[in-house]
Structures are given as structure tokens and as C-alpha cells.
């Protein structure tokens, strides 16, 4: 998406956007409030990380550290999301924080992508990710009640976020709205068989690709049969994803096909992304070195590890549970925007 040509602090630009900025505050306020009537101690991270995060797909923005000698030097990264600092402070001891950052992603700008943008990211040391619906059900209706919104409307889709939401596994959504039982194509806890999935994909016209992997097919059905019907009517809580597809959150003991993580969405846009955080140190090391051989086979490129985030892991991170919510999104829905640049003071510059 390019930029308009008029530029955006122009008197009559920005007083398009204004109603949304407004709204944009009020619905900050009610969510600061919401965390301290629960207890959260707020916190500030560093944007500048040795590691912006370990997603294989995303891309980071890089920059380089210089000491009071100029010949050392650090390659940093501005982070992705600010999980890796907010779990070394769950393991200093905070059980509750919650942080507005602002976080950065190269490579990504559309009506609903922007490459910097808010992430509301919050922690509950000893409480079960299933507490974080709790949370997001009482923000997300303070924020519409902040901003005066009874429902949500986008590209022609409503969402009611004061009725009871609708909790749905990822395995029920794949058999509800494109027909294919997704754990059957999952042998046990071994890795899943792509073939097995192709050729469910093919059925239902979807057209599998060469060197498709499994996680490929998982992603192209979501987009194109499952995701634009969540938060139709209410919002949906899309959860138990398959463990192969558990970035940091532990499998569950009750079924090790599957992670403890879930997704919000409202009116077919995703708004949070929750884990019952991963603790073993070992496994996650061996996730991150998986990941990057997979950025590296795809993209020729790796991010480093986060050596102190795995060695605050060794040392105790308590279990406990974690999200990461769109702000902006939110905002959208909030004040009725229909693109991400209307509910920012200043968009970034650039194609």
C-alpha cells in the first residue's frame, strides 16, 4: 500500500483521522485502567535486542551499536514483539506486567499491516493461558465501551463483543468450514504428513504447491476458507493449534498433538496471539536452531539467539501464560476505521 500523496500532517488529512485518534485515546486510558484494577505492573523494554524474535516468516530491521571505541561494535535488531524482555522480568519475579511497545516488522504494510506499529503484550506468572480469555473478553469490551461502540463493523462484517464469545478449536473450525479433519492427518506426536493433507487440500480445490509443507497447507486453508469467517457475529477464540505449530507455548498434557495457544479474532481480523509459555529451556533452544535452519532454507538469512532469554529460562521461568494483542487492530474496530495508517498520529514514510 502506498502512501496518500497528501501528506498527513495537513490540516484536512489529519482531521480525517482525528475522530479515530480520539478514539484511540480513550480506549489506551481504559485499558490502563482495566491492568491496574488487576494488579499489573507496567512496564518499558528496549526496542534495540540482539535478537528480534525467532518467527521464520518475519522479517526485522537492523542497525549497529557503537562504543565509546569505535571499533566495538554490536549488531542489534529492533524487536518484534517485546516477549523475550517482558519473560526475563517474569523471571526477576514480576507475576504480572503489561507493556504498550512499539514493535517493528520489515516487509509488511497493507490496510492491516504497518511496519511499525503497537503490540499490547501482557504475562500472569503461575495462571493457565485460559485466564488470558478472561482478560481479552473484559479489554476488549472496556475498549468498545470507551469508545462508544456496541458493535464492531469491518468490510462488511459485525461483531458483537458484549455477547458470549465463541471458544473454537482449530481442528472443529477446519471440519466447520473446509471439511477436512486436520488430526488425521497428524500421526501421534511424530511430525504430520503432508501428503496426507495435500491431498485433503486438493479435495476441496485448494491447490497444493511443489515442496508444500505441512504448516504451507495449514496457513493457505486458514487464509483462504477459515479465517475471514471468525468473529462473525461474535468474537472467536480460535484455539488447541497443533504442537508442530506451537512457536513458544508447551504441548498439552492431556493431548501432545497440541499446544496450549490460542488466537483472538473479530469480523475475520486477528487481533491477539496467546501461549502457555514454554519453560524447558532445551526444547526451546532446539525450536529457535529449527526455525532459523527454516529462515535459512527460505529466506538465506538467520536471526542470533537470545542467549540471555534461554539463560533466564535455565535459571526459572515460572509457569505462566502470555499475549500479544494488535493495538492498533483493536483501535480499528473501536472507532470504525478501515485502515490501520487512520488510527496512527503519523504513518511511517516509505512505499
Excluded at 477446519?174 to 493433507?197: C, K, N, Q, S
Excluded at 477459515?226 to 468474537?235: D, T
Excluded at 483472538?264 to 486477528?270: D, P, R, S
Amino acid at each position: 500500500m502506498k502512501n496518500s500523496t497528501i501528506p498527513p500532517w495537513r490540516p484536512d488529512a489529519f482531521a480525517r483521522r482525528r475522530p479515530h485518534l480520539e478514539a484511540r485515546g480513550r480506549v489506551l486510558r481504559a485499558i490502563r485502567r482495566v491492568f491496574e484494577e488487576r494488579g499489573f505492573t507496567e512496564v518499558d523494554t528496549p526496542a534495540l535486542q540482539v535478537s528480534p524474535g525467532m518467527e521464520p516468516h518475519l522479517r526485522s530491521f537492523a542497525t549497529e551499536l557503537v562504543g565509546t571505541d569505535p571499533a566495538d561494535r554490536l549488531r542489534l535488531h529492533l524487536h518484534t514483539s517485546p516477549e523475550f524482555a517482558m519473560k526475563k522480568l517474569l523471571a526477576a519475579g514480576v507475576p504480572r506486567l503489561w507493556q504498550l511497545a512499539h514493535v517493528f516488522r520489515n516487509g509488511e504494510r497493507s490496510d492491516t499491516h504497518h511496519p511499525e506499529f503497537s503490540m499490547l503484550e501482557w504475562y500472569r506468572a503461575g495462571e493457565g493461558y485460559r485466564t488470558l480469555i478472561d482478560d481479552c473478553v473484559d479489554l476488549v469490551r472496556a475498549a468498545a465501551e470507551a469508545a462508544g461502540r456496541n458493535v464492531f463493523r469491518f468490510r462488511g462484517v459485525e461483531c458483537d463483543p458484549f455477547r458470549p464469545w465463541r471458544v473454537l478449536t482449530v481442528a472443529d473450525a477446519f471440519a466447520e468450514y473446509a471439511g477436512i479433519d486436520l488430526l488425521a492427518t497428524v500421526d501421534g506426536t511424530h511430525d504430520p504428513d503432508p501428503a496426507a493433507l495435500a491431498a485433503e487440500v486438493a479435495r476441496i480445490g485448494i491447490h497444493p504447491h511443489p515442496g508444500d509443507r505441512w504448516e504451507d497447507l495449514v496457513f493457505r486453508v486458514m487464509f483462504d476458507r477459515i479465517e475471514p469467517r471468525l468473529g462473525e457475529g461474535v468474537p472467536c477464540v480460535l484455539t488447541d493449534y497443533p504442537v508442530c505449530m506451537a512457536a513458544l507455548s508447551r504441548p498439552k498434557p492431556e493431548d501432545p498433538r497440541l499446544a496450549e495457544r490460542f488466537e483472538l479474532y473479530a469480523c475475520g481480523l486477528e487481533l491477539a496471539n496467546a501461549f502457555g509459555e514454554l519453560t524447558d529451556a532445551s526444547v526451546q533452544r532446539a525450536r529457535f536452531e529449527a526455525d532459523m535452519d527454516l529462515k535459512e532454507r527460505l529466506y538465506g538469512e538467520r536471526f542470533p539467539m537470545d542467549e540471555d532469554f534461554l539463560a533466564a529460562l535455565e535459571h526459572g521461568l515460572p509457569e505462566s501464560s502470555g499475549i500479544a494483542l494488535g493495538f492498533d487492530r483493536l483501535v480499528m474496530l473501536c472507532s470504525g476505521a478501515e485502515r490501520i495508517d487512520e488510527v496512527l498520529w503519523l504513518p511511517v514514510a516509505g512505499p
